[in-house]
């Protein structure tokens, strides 16, 4: 257990509230913000203000604008401002007041679009990321090299983390902004509403493939790697197997006892063909194997959204 008070951002979301409720039943003493009505991370003025006020020891950075492909393509100006200015800003704050640790909290889309799988963490230099999470990836690509700098010049403790799409209760179901997984249950689920299912039509080819990771999986890497990681280096956080998008949506609809047909719209873009990760790294520095089945994950949070 590491000492001191942790500030932890973004808890408004899945991810968040789950490292949050995991860092409380561990006993450390934990301050949370939920969303920018409480403090707008883009301006440095407020960052500021919530150090003077919380003065933490330790930062884990969740928050972000974030989305599927969509939402990406609509904003990206926003996405690649926002991101860049909410995480720059806190680590520049951390560093002035000499914090003990900064988590990094990246993302796979920072990965060049053509990268050989499985992905490994000195590969994510080598070209541009897929275009339509582009300006998300750049962003916290540049806050990964700020980390990887501060340590260089100013011996700052950051750590950087790149999880895989991530899934499970309290995820993102807004059908304008969801990811992958709630956005096909929502689809089946509004085409299971007659009772003869109507077509489920899918972004796509069904062709690209995707990597998943249980949020109970990711939050365990992330307060796992607070705790034991001293390296700036990048590190992949995932379960390293992939699935193409077409078994996805067919495993989800057999869990969802879909009957109706599947129509994919060959117009939409797949996004990235491949997303798998070199997960050794994490292993390795720090022990962290991903525990949850992809279909155990997908029945848990099928269990939870049928509860709402």
């Known amino acids: 257990m590491i000492e001191g008070k942790i500030l932890v951002t973004g808890t408004g979301g899945f991810l968040g509230t789950t490292v949050l409720s995991k860092l409380i039943s561990r006993g450390y003493d934990v301050s949370s913000l939920s969303g920018s009505s409480s403090c707008d991370l883009r301006l ?112 700052f403790n950051g750590i950087n983390l790149i999880p895989v799409n991530m899934y499970g209760p309290h995820d993102n179901f807004n059908p304008n902004s969801s990811h992958v997984i709630p956005a096909i249950i929502l689809k089946i689920k509004n085409a299971m509403k007659q009772e003869h299912h109507e077509d489920l039509e899918v972004w796509g080819t069904g062709s690209a493939s995707r990597e998943f990771l249980y949020v109970e999986d990711s939050a365990e890497a992330i307060i796992s790697a607070m705790e034991n990681l001293e390296d700036p280096r990048p590190v992949n956080i995932g379960t390293g197997n992939e699935i193409k998008i077409f078994d996805l949506v067919n495993m989800i609809a057999g869990e969802m006892g879909f009957k109706g047909n599947i129509v994919w719209d060959k117009t939409k873009p797949d996004g990235q063909p491949r997303r798998c990760l070199d997960t050794s790294r994490a292993k390795e520095l720090f022990g962290f194997e991903a525990k949850t089945s992809l279909q155990d994950g997908i029945r848990k949070t099928l269990e939870w959204y049928e509860s709402l």
């Open 44 to 155: 440095q003025t407020e960052v500021d203000s919530l150090f003077e006020k919380e003065s933490p020891d330790i930062v884990i950075h969740l928050a972000g604008r974030v989305g599927g492909i969509g939402i990406n393509k609509e904003n990206p100006g926003r996405f690649l401002y926002d991101n860049l200015m909410m995480g720059a800003n806190l680590i520049e704050k951390a560093r002035q007041n000499n914090c003990k640790k900064f988590v990094m909290v990246g993302t796979v889309c920072s990965y060049p679009k053509y990268t050989e799988v499985p992905f490994k963490e000195d590969d994510i230099w080598n070209g541009y990321p897929e275009e339509t999470n582009a300006p998300y990836g750049i962003a916290k690509k540049t806050l990964m090299q700020m980390i990887i700098s501060y340590k260089e010049q100013y011996g």
